[in-house]
């Protein structure tokens, strides 16, 4: 009971405390007892560590804040830049009728490190996009050259008069013949072996209506002797489309359709593109 009263008297007993101020001002003396000393001081200690913890957090949570809010800004550049990838995919798979993704998948290097490298990744996305752009550029030009390049019959017919000397059917005197006479009904539809620009459209003398087509890549064809021309010059016209009717104007013995195909200003046999 001793021990007790002693441990209670002790927790009680007053301390002195003095504040000496770096100034003329007196000191300030305050007597606490003991018991309340700790507790102030125990209070003070709880409450610098539960600052000191709650800026740590505070800290942590803007660090992660911000690092959340990077790698949202990558995965969204990511997933535009995979959706145009699909796309172009699509694409491609239109070109080249390609198989399923087996074949790309078994050959792709599946080793993995622990963490996803993101520039790497958006660097060899890039990469591919490029060369899948380079492709696509190619094939568009070589359409371009497809699609500019005469192909077909211009006319339903039979030649009458091929490519090269021959004697001149009116003036029986030998010359060059630099296309072909294709006869066919009377007015028959006269169309364009190729896409391309009416360069010109009217009458040209002895060649009587005629249409020269302008293809691009150095080509270019040209329809004589119709009866009628239905297109103007700068119009824009596709493979297959109808510019005139066949007929027989000009320095012409009967109905028919002379036609010619020229490369970079030189004439060519047009036998070469009319197909099977």
């Known amino acids: 009971?001793?021990?007790?009263?002693?441990?209670?008297?002790?927790?009680?007993?007053?301390?002195?405390?003095?504040?000496?101020?770096?100034?003329?001002?007196?000191?300030?003396?305050?007597?606490?007892?003991?018991?309340?000393?700790?507790?102030?001081?125990?209070?003070?200690?709880?409450?610098?560590?539960?600052?000191?913890?709650?800026?740590?957090?505070?800290?942590?949570?803007?660090?992660?804040?911000?690092?959340?809010?990077?790698?949202?800004?990558?995965?969204?550049?990511?997933?535009?830049?995979?959706?145009?990838?699909?796309?172009?995919?699509?694409?491609?798979?239109?070109?080249?009728?390609?198989?399923?993704?087996?074949?790309?998948?078994?050959?792709?290097?599946?080793?993995?490190t622990g963490s996803i490298d993101m520039e790497m990744v958006k660097k060899e996305i890039k990469k591919t996009m490029e060369s899948v752009a380079d492709i696509k550029d190619y094939l568009s030009e070589q359409r371009d050259i497809y699609m500019a390049t005469p192909k077909g019959w211009p006319v339903s017919g039979h030649i009458t008069s091929g490519f090269g000397y021959r004697i001149h059917p009116q003036l029986k005197t030998k010359e060059f013949h630099t296309g072909i006479d294709i006869a066919a009904r009377p007015r028959s539809p006269v169309m364009t072996t190729a896409d391309g620009i009416v360069s010109y459209a009217g009458w040209s003398g002895a060649n009587g209506n005629l249409v020269v087509i302008e293809h691009g890549f150095g080509y270019t064809t040209a329809y004589a002797h119709n009866k009628k021309i239905i297109v103007k010059v700068g119009q824009k016209v596709k493979r297959g489309d109808v510019i005139a009717y066949e007929g027989s104007t000009g320095r012409s013995t009967g109905p028919h359709s002379h036609y010619e195909v020229w490369i970079d200003r030189k004439p060519v046999n047009p036998k070469t593109y009319l197909g099977g």
């Open 1 to 112: 009971m001793s021990r007790i009263k002693k441990i209670v008297k002790a927790i009680f007993t007053p301390i002195t405390v003095m504040i000496i101020p770096h100034s003329s001002l007196k000191p300030l003396r305050m007597k606490l007892p003991s018991i309340g000393l700790i507790v102030l001081v125990t209070v003070w200690v709880g409450v610098s560590i539960y600052i000191a913890i709650t800026a740590v957090k505070t800290e942590q949570y803007s660090r992660m804040k911000d690092r959340l809010g990077f790698y949202s800004t990558q995965f969204s550049e990511l997933r535009t830049t995979m959706d145009e990838l699909k796309k172009a995919e699509f694409d491609f798979r239109k070109i080249f009728a390609l198989g399923t993704k087996d074949d790309i998948l078994e050959n792709l290097d599946t080793s993995y």
